[in-house]
Structure formats: C-alpha cells, structure tokens
C-alpha cells in the first residue's frame, strides 16, 4: 500500500515541520547518501505569485533536512527549465531559490544550459511518439540519479489539478512542451514511464501552506491551507492532494492512467495517510481557464488549420508576446499584486 504524508503547519514552524515530513516519509531509508539527488523545482512564473512555483520555505525545508543528515552538497542538483513564457534565472531569482541554494552551498543547474540527447524508452509510450515523431530528447544530468519534485497544490486549466507527475513535464520535455497539451494526460503518463526507467527513487514534496483555486497554474486565487505532504509515490500524492482540493481522483484522467497501468496508486481508498486525518477535507476547489488556457485549447482542438499558423509558424512569437504581456504587465499587476497583499 503507498503512503502519504499529510502534516498541518504554520509560518513559525514550517521549517521545522517540513524536517518532521522529511522524517515521517522515511526518506533516509530510500536513497543513499551516496545518490546523487535531484531538485526538481516548479517554474510557472518568472514572478512571485502564492502557490504558483516551487515556495521558498518548501525549497528550504528539504534542503535544510538534507544537509543536516549529512547529505552531500555537491550531490545535489536543483534544476528547472524554462518555458516559453518564463525565464529560468530571473524565476529562481524572482521565487527566492537562490539565496536558499547559496546559503546552504548547493549550484542552480537550468536545464536550458545542459545537455539533451535523444532517449529511447524500454516502456512502450501512447503519446509521445505521436508528437515528436523526430525523437524525444531529455536532460543527460536527469539520468541515473533520484529525484525529489516541489509541486504545490493547485489547479491548472489544462489538468484539473497539477502535482508531481505534471512537474515532471518541465524537466523532460523541451520548452516547446506547450505543443504536448492536445495529448497532456497521456504525456504525462508517458512521462512517468520514463521517471521509472532513469530514476531510481521518485519522491515528492508538496507544499499546500497556500493553495491555488481557479484558474491555475497562475491567475489563481490563493487559499491559506497550511497543509504539506510528501510521499515516494507520485501517483498516490496527487491523488490526496485532488481529493483534499475536492476532486475525485480517478476521475482525472491521468491518474486514472496512472492508477490502470500500475504506475502507482490513484484511488484513494487504497493509500494510507500518516499524519493528519483528511477523511473530511475537502477545500471545494474549482477549476477554470485562464484567458491563455481557454483559447489554447480552442484552437488546437477546434480549429487545427488556425493551430498549424498560429503554433508552428513564427506568427507563434505573436502568441507569446499576447501571453507574457497579458500576464506580466495587465494582470499581475492589476489584480495580482491585490490578491497577494491579502
């Protein structure tokens, strides 16, 4: 049976309580100090919204645990990819990884400045063959070693929820993984597929202290939960995490996936939580679509002749440049900067 982790926190104690979630997820037992161990941090926005990235007390937390238990610094690779509405420097700069990496001696690896090369995976994969026909190429440093995920709790418009398994779509696929949204479920299977071939542990560490409803992964609307969990199965953590946030699991479909293929466990029933008791948790989230999101989908799913212009012809720059401006420069500062202050 998979265990999740679900502890309550506060801004007094978050340090300290991500040490005790580190402890109770018996994370010393499953990698070595002798791995080398991945920090997969979440860049949704180069600026700082709650919820939206990888938060700087959850990065904290983990660090701070694995350097007190003798974990190597040198051994430890924080990573993050850019996409085509972020940049990764000024997101590790704007999210306050950087002082935190400095401070406990550990160097920022960008993935946009390391190797990728080709990779063929021993699982038979649904949908990334379809979309990159030419080949699907991935991080050299991603190989070989474990990897912890920094997910938050929250919704996106293109998922439902987004956790673990979607944190892995930043590191293994290029920036151009916006064109993976018409196969996003099954993307993210196949994902988890690959995790399972090149890593040999696969731990996650959600913060949930402020969560995001609405229409994520970034114009959402931030609630103060104080919850975080952990768990070594990432199928199992983002189930808890949509059943807290009020989904039903299995119903998101790829968890559902997930959950059919044995990759990990979606329902619910079958996990065991250690901790809190969230048996009548239920944040009552809803999920919607963000200007950029709706007409994403609309256009490729709807309109494929406007999708083949618009997407993958240098009319495209015009899209990002829509998207950039309309997040960065009318709503952050119009309506973010309010909700942030609250």
């Known amino acids: 049976m998979s265990k999740v982790v679900v502890l309550k926190t506060d801004p007094k104690t ?20 002798k791995q080398d161990i991945l920090l997969k941090l979440n860049l949704s926005w180069s600026l700082y919204y709650p919820a939206c990235s990888t938060e700087p007390w959850q990065l904290e937390g983990v660090v701070k645990y694995l350097i007190d238990k003798g974990y190597d610094p040198k051994k430890i690779y924080p990573v993050e990819n850019k996409t085509v509405v972020t940049d990764v ?17 550990l160097k920022f690896y960008p993935l946009t400045e390391e190797k990728w090369k080709k990779y063929k995976p021993k699982h038979k994969l649904s949908a990334i063959p379809k979309l990159y026909p030419e080949g699907h ?27 673990s398994l979607k944190n892995a779509f930043g590191g293994l696929i290029t920036e151009r993984r916006h064109h993976s ?28 202290t402020v969560c995001g409803d609405g229409a994520g992964p970034r114009t959402m609307e931030p609630r103060i939960k104080d919850y975080i969990l952990a768990s070594d199965d990432p199928v199992a953590i983002d189930a808890v995490s949509a059943k807290m946030m009020g989904f039903e699991p299995l119903k998101i479909k790829f968890i559902r996936l997930a959950n059919d293929q044995k990759l990990g466990v979606g329902n619910f029933k079958n996990i065991k939580i250690i901790g809190e008791d969230i048996s009548k948790v239920n944040f009552r989230f809803r999920t919607k679509k963000s200007l ?42 119009v309506v973010g900067k309010k909700k942030i202050k609250k």
């Open 14 to 33: 978050v340090l300290k309580d991500y040490y005790e979630l580190m402890e109770r997820s018996g994370f010393e037992k499953l990698v070595s100090k």
């Open 89 to 105: 420097w000024k997101g590790a700069k704007g999210n306050k990884w950087l002082p935190i990496l400095k401070k406990y001696g």
């Open 137 to 163: 190429l991935i991080p050299e440093i991603m190989k070989g070693k474990s990897i912890i995920h920094f997910p938050t709790v929250k919704t996106h418009g293109h998922t439902k929820m987004t956790g």
């Open 181 to 208: 949204h018409k196969m996003i479920h099954e993307v993210l299977v196949d994902l988890l597929k690959i995790q399972k071939e090149i890593h040999p542990v696969i731990f996650t560490v959600m913060d949930g």
């Open 292 to 333: 950029v999101v709706f007409f994403d989908q609309v256009l490729r799913t709807k309109y494929p002749v406007l999708e083949s212009l618009l997407f993958h012809t240098p009319l495209f720059k015009m899209c990002i440049f829509a998207s950039s401006f309309y997040h960065d420069y009318f709503w952050y500062p």
